[in-house]
């Protein structure tokens, strides 16, 4: 605290404590834009509350103090209380150029009326403030040591002085920012110009006991200069400037103080949220300007990517990724030179290298120009001196559990205070909360990506296009946290041209749904390669659901589609029943199938329902978790399910986005989604070939030859040479084989080509090794070496072998 000439010394002297100072800043328009933690305190009204309405609301603009009796031993001159109401309300509302100050009391009547000092001054300039006002609490200034009134004695009135007329003016007026709001460093030197010539604020005892209003004002109180002076006069002298024990103490805990309302403020501003991106947005935005001017992020690259990184410290070599940067300099002017996210390392000779390795805050007082360079050279082709050298500088880590995750650098501007030990301590502190915040947000980030890739990975990346119909998918995670859920669908080739389609979803979520969606996936693409029939499929899950434990439970929808006969054989395990739309009339219709129970329930048995589709039909199937919202009964959200799927669409992507818009708007969805549509194109008649061949090995000169012409009629030649070749390794195979009359070779054209050779045999072949001087094994290695596909399935008859050859020109 600064004091004023004339005082008597104990008078000079006796600052004790810290009295909040409110301060507010008025536009021209009259709406409050700026309000500090002080206005809070001393008026009530939170800082969202206050910006951006009309002032004369928020502050005492009436009910002015009246005029009262001098007290005894006030100085003869002393002015009556200003008139508070009309002076203030003319300066809000500009219709005054010349500062004003006053007193007024805030309440009804009683003893919990607040006695409050103000000071107003008129702005001008670019800028829109136009009126700042600085208020503080009388109560406040009384009180003496144990919380009591001191007295009327001592009568004390807002005024203002020449800042020069107190010892240290340049320290007043270099800490008198501390005392304004936070902002650019332009506007703030306009503001301190302007207060500067106008007048510092100060407070009145008498005409000649004058104590200027500085970051760590106080007082005198009457007590206490009663037991100085019986201190002095015992020891014959009074004592010197700075040389009493209390007043140290009271502004060491002023600041103490100061320093842990900062922290307690800042902590309940970050970590609002598990995000890590965000997090680090809230670290960044809760030290600037209060604390900092400007305020740099680093974190691990192995951080910000959501991986582990070693142990120990990190070195010369440690990557370190820039996540935010928030500073009150003009717009853009950090940006080019210093651009979020970029990556780089720090020598050993940098402050930044000393930090991160021993985990300590480290402070530079002021950065000199050969520290500057040094720094500066880590920036190729960048020259970052102006924007830190005769800056104040500290680093603090951010760090958790004994791990160094980041550290922030703090600047200031060269105008405000350096960094003190009290600074550090409070860095310390700040970054230590912070770097807990940011490691449980690194943490959930890792389990979630974790989470999320285990699930990626066990669904499917279906082809978009099969044999005889167009597929499209989405998944949607669910929407609280940790929903990885145990929704999936999959698409798996049949013999035949024939494709299988299943949607299923495990009850649930978490990681052990995920992985148990996982086991029944990779069931159910194993007994689809047997080419079971729907029903038969579902039965066999359900047992082996059992006898992986009692808590598998899952519904499923499993349907097989084959384009050639234009149908569809459905079974259903418990599931929300599909939708199929009409391509003739674009009607959609819910598909009335057979319930069936969850598999694992287990003794509830499953049924095959054939559907006939045309081609162009579109099939949606999906999970619960789309149209189920709670509080909602499910047939609204079927009833928007097949109103949406039936909306014309210019693809199947578009028509999945469609359906998802639709059902994912209404609010309310916690679970994840699956969704998978099918449009059934179907294989027409001109587009297969089938002929019965008799039991006769020289059937399998003629199926090379009906091959040779069909593929000829569909302009196919280019593969007939080895479709012959192929043909005939098959046919002959099966006619060895065969125990019946014939065997069946049927071609079909879509995407590729299809050819398939029945018999009733029902011992599938094996791919073999021949030596030299066998006479069979050799059929298949051809196959093998020449097809694009091949493979054996058994059917009801006995088997079929087919293989597929890619056709020039055609895409899959």
């Known amino acids: 605290m600064e004091h004023g000439k004339g005082l008597e010394p104990d008078a000079q002297h006796a600052v004790t404590g810290r009295i909040p100072l409110a301060v507010v800043v008025v536009d021209g328009a009259g709406l409050v834009s700026h309000w500090s933690t002080g206005a809070r305190r001393l008026f009530g009204h939170t800082r969202e509350e206050a910006v951006g309405r009309p002032a004369v609301d928020l502050l005492p603009v009436s009910g002015a103090l009246p005029d009262e009796p001098r007290a005894r031993g006030a100085y003869e001159d002393y002015d009556a209380y200003r008139d508070f109401g009309p002076d203030l309300e003319a300066s809000l509302g500009g219709r005054t150029s010349y500062t004003a100050a006053g007193r007024a009391r805030l309440g009804d009547p009683g003893p919990d009326r607040i006695d409050v000092l103000w000071w107003a001054y008129p702005l001008v300039g670019p800028g829109p403030e136009r009126l700042l006002v600085l208020a503080a609490d009388v109560g406040g200034i009384h009180a003496d040591e144990n919380g009591e009134e001191a007295g009327a004695v001592e009568r004390i009135a807002p005024g203002f002085a020449l800042h020069t007329e107190f010892d240290g003016a340049d320290e007043l007026a270099r800490r008198l920012p501390e005392i304004l709001p936070s902002m650019s460093v332009g506007e703030s030197s306009r503001i301190v110009s302007q207060v500067l010539e106008l007048g510092y604020p100060v407070l009145e005892f008498s005409q000649s006991d004058r104590v200027p209003v500085t970051p760590d004002w106080g007082v005198p109180r009457r007590a206490e200069r009663r037991a100085r002076r019986q201190r002095a006069a015992a020891q014959g002298a009074l004592p010197q400037p700075r040389q009493v024990p209390d007043e140290a103490e009271d502004l060491e805990y002023a600041a103490v103080r100061e320093h842990l309302e900062f922290l307690n403020e800042v902590s309940g501003r970050i970590g609002t949220s598990l995000d890590l991106s965000r997090t680090i947005i809230e670290v960044s935005r809760a030290v600037v300007p209060r604390f900092t001017d400007v305020a740099g992020t680093y974190l691990r690259e192995q951080v910000v990517a959501g991986e582990g990184f070693p142990d120990g410290p990190p070195d010369a070599t440690t990557m370190w990724h820039r996540v935010a940067l928030e500073h009150t300099d003009e717009p853009g002017r950090w940006d080019d030179v210093v651009p979020v996210g970029e990556s780089m390392p720090f020598p050993v000779h940098t402050p930044f290298f000393q930090c991160m390795t021993t985990g300590q805050p480290v402070l530079v007082p002021r950065i000199s120009e050969e520290m500057g360079t040094k720094i500066a050279a880590q920036f190729e082709k960048r020259d970052?001196?102006?924007?830190?050298?005769?800056?104040?500088?500290?680093?603090?880590?951010?760090?958790?559990?004994?791990?160094?995750?980041?550290?922030?650098i703090l600047l200031r501007h060269p105008e405000r205070p350096v960094?003190?030990?009290?600074?550090?301590?409070?860095?310390?502190?700040?970054?230590?909360?912070?770097?807990?915040?940011?490691?449980?947000?690194?943490?959930y980030t890792y389990q979630e990506s974790v989470a999320e890739t285990l699930q990626d990975s066990m669904l499917p990346h279906i082809a978009p296009r099969m044999a005889g119909c167009d597929i499209a998918t989405r998944y949607l995670p669910g929407t609280l946290l940790g929903r990885v859920g145990g929704d999936w669908f999959d698409s798996v080739k049949l013999p035949g041209s024939r494709t299988a389609l299943v949607v299923g979803d495990v009850m649930g979520h978490g990681l052990n749904s995920a992985a148990m969606m996982g086991q029944l996936r990779t069931a159910v693409q194993t007994m689809a390669a047997l080419d079971l029939p729907p029903a038969q499929?579902?039965?066999?899950?359900?047992?082996?659901?059992?006898?992986?434990?009692?808590?598998?439970?899952?519904?499923?929808?499993?349907?097989?589609y084959d384009p050639i006969a234009g149908e569809l054989q459905i079974a259903n395990a418990g599931h929300i029943p599909p939708v199929v739309v009409r391509a003739e009339d674009g009607r959609s219709e819910l598909l009335d199938l057979p319930t069936g129970a969850p598999i694992g329930v287990g003794g509830v048995p499953f049924e095959t329902v054939r559907v006939p589709v045309e081609p162009g039909d579109r099939l949606v199937m999906c999970t619960d978790g789309l149209v189920e919202m709670r509080g909602e009964d499910i047939g609204v959200g079927l009833a928007t399910l097949c109103e949406s799927a039936a909306h014309p669409a210019a693809s199947m992507d578009d028509a999945c986005d469609t359906i998802?818009?639709?059902?994912?708007?209404?609010?309310?969805?916690?679970?994840?989604?699956?969704?998978?549509?099918?449009?059934l194109n179907g294989v027409t008649p001109q587009d297969v070939a089938h002929w019965q061949l008799a039991l006769d090995p020289r059937e399998a000169g003629r199926a090379r030859r009906l091959v040779r012409e069909r593929l000829a009629a569909w302009d196919l030649q280019a593969v007939a040479e080895n479709a012959e070749l192929l043909v005939g390794e098959l046919v002959t195979n099966a006619v060895r084989h065969a125990h019946g009359r014939h065997v069946g070779l049927r071609l079909v054209r879509t995407d590729v080509l299809l050819c398939e050779v029945e018999d009733d045999d029902h011992t599938l072949p094996t791919l073999c090794s021949a030596g030299p001087a066998d006479e069979a094994g050799r059929g298949l290695n051809v196959v093998e070496r020449l097809a694009r596909e091949w493979g054996a399935s058994r059917t009801a008859a006995g088997k079929s072998v087919w293989f597929e050859l890619g056709l020039p020109g055609r895409r899959r």
Do not use: H
């Open 384 to 408: 970052i001196r102006p924007l830190i050298s005769n800056r104040s500088m500290l680093v603090v880590p951010l760090k958790a559990r004994n791990v160094v995750l980041g550290f922030m």
């Open 537 to 560: 499929l579902l039965r066999n899950l359900d047992d082996l659901a059992q006898r992986l434990g009692e808590n598998y439970l899952a519904t499923c929808l499993y349907a097989v």
């Open 419 to 443: 960094f003190n030990d009290m600074d550090r301590v409070t860095g310390a502190e700040l970054a230590a909360r912070a770097g807990l915040v940011l490691d449980n947000a690194r943490m």
């Open 660 to 679: 998802i818009r639709a059902l994912n708007t209404r609010g309310g969805r916690k679970d994840d989604v699956a969704l998978l549509m099918a449009r």
